[in-house]
């Protein structure tokens, strides 16, 4: 009895909750994984050392708005979030601290809107190369995806 009791309180109650956390971590992981993805993600190819843009669509399949507010990628110096404007046929891009992908809904980049900023490449490109770009959200999560490098003629 004074063997078995503690061994059935103890090291069995906890083994259960121990298994029980892991399960809630991987399908909590999961979850997490697959509300948020990077759809078509593509570059536009600039010769040189000029920057790139980089585009993609944001889709969120989850039931929480999820705030974009940093991108970087181990192929550029800097990379910077940017929206082209018009003003009078007078077009100029700005920079954008942050954007939110809706609940249940899709932020977009693309040529005219949003976009990213390649700069300060550290390697050389060709069209049909692949770089990785990682999304930091105001949660701390990430994702990241290959961007295909496209000709510049592509929209
Ligand atoms: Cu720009």
Redesign the pocket.
């Known amino acids: 009895m004074i063997f078995f009791l503690p061994m059935r309180g103890g090291p069995y109650k906890n083994l259960h909750q121990v298994l029980y956390a892991v399960l809630l971590l991987v399908t909590g992981a999961a979850h997490a994984g697959n509300a948020l993805t990077i759809e078509e993600p593509w570059v536009r190819f600039i010769p040189g050392d000029r ?1 790139m ?1 980089g585009y993609f669509v944001l889709d969120n399949r989850g039931d929480k708005g999820r705030r974009l507010v940093k991108a970087s990628s181990p192929a550029f110096g800097a990379v ?1 979030m ?1 929206k ?1 404007v018009d003003e009078n046929g007078l077009k100029s ?1 700005r920079p954008v601290e942050a954007l939110v992908v809706p609940a249940r809904g899709q932020l977009e980049f693309e040529p005219g809107g949003y ?1 990213l ?1 390649l700069m300060k490449r550290q390697q050389d490109f060709e069209v049909g190369d692949e770089l990785s770009i990682r999304l930091e959200f105001d949660d701390g999560s990430r994702i990241s995806t290959l961007f295909t490098i496209k000709p510049s003629w592509q929209e």
Do not use: R, S, V
């Open positions: 920057p843009a910077h940017h082209t891009m976009h900023m």
